[in-house]
């Protein structure tokens, strides 16, 4: 069986505040995949990253990074000088390797920036 | 950029009437999805299709739920018996058949059983 925990159920921070949501996952696959999604107040899922679980690489798209780590089961997610724009509910899900399999979605963290 | 679409965006029904929630996926697109969020709860698998039959479903996913491809571009869930607790945001996705295959989700029908 799959499993993503998010401990953080809601984070607040004021504007230009660093932000990291922690996420941890289970499974006994050894090869899957990691996504975020984020679920803007309007409520549509958008996709931010994908990360395969042979690729240990970490990655920076603008001001959002993503911290794969294996060995702690663990895909945590930065956002560096956060945004008003930025609130919303962000979600980490994981999928088995083949095509067409579930994603398993943690419980969300939500994230309030103040400005 | 393609998208997937749903309709009606939100629905309003008495419990135990029937209802059709509408989508359509991104045309290239082979494995369809339906998910549903109850509100301010974590979103949950309901159902996967491929090549016109389900591929996996969760235990949600019971005898009053189905789902059809009636046409080349629309993918419909249907709850047969509608109950209070599936008042929820169902939220319909797709993917393509190769590759890593990430899915694109729709934006949702609220649905409300009252």
């Known amino acids: 069986a799959q499993k993503v925990t998010q401990a953080q159920t809601e984070i607040s921070v004021v504007e230009k505040e660093d932000v990291t949501l922690d996420c941890v996952y289970e499974?006994?696959?050894?090869?899957?995949?990691l996504f975020w999604y984020k679920q803007p107040p309007s409520g549509e899922l958008v996709f931010l990253i994908r990360?395969?679980?042979?690729?240990?690489q970490n990655e920076i798209s603008g001001r959002y990074s993503w911290n794969f780590q294996k060995s702690t089961s663990s895909f945590n997610f930065t956002i560096t000088a956060s945004q008003v724009v930025d609130s919303a509910v962000y979600f980490c899900?994981?999928?088995?390797?083949?095509?067409?399999?579930?994603?398993?979605f943690g419980g969300g963290t939500r994230v309030l920036v103040k400005p | 950029e393609p998208e997937v679409t749903q309709t009606p965006s939100h629905q309003v029904t008495q419990m135990g009437q029937e209802v059709i929630l509408r989508c359509v996926p991104i045309?290239?697109?082979?494995?369809f999805y339906w998910y549903r969020q109850i509100l301010g709860q974590k979103v949950e698998f309901l159902v996967s299709?491929?090549?016109?039959?389900?591929?996996?479903k969760s235990e949600i996913f019971d005898d009053q739920f189905s789902v059809e491809r009636p046409d080349g571009s629309n993918f419909t869930l249907k709850i047969r018996s509608t109950k209070l607790e599936d008042s929820a945001m169902y939220f319909c996705?797709?993917?393509?058949?190769?590759?890593?295959?990430?899915?694109?989700f729709g934006p949702g029908t609220r649905l409300t059983v009252l």
């Open positions: 996705a797709s993917s393509e058949a190769s590759g890593v295959n990430e899915q694109f």
């Open positions: 499974t006994r696959d050894t090869t899957y995949y």
């Open positions: 990360r395969n679980s042979f690729d240990e």
């Open positions: 899900a994981l999928r088995r390797k083949a095509a067409g399999n579930k994603l398993t």
């Open positions: 045309s290239n697109h082979l494995y």
């Open positions: 299709f491929y090549n016109n039959e389900i591929s996996e």
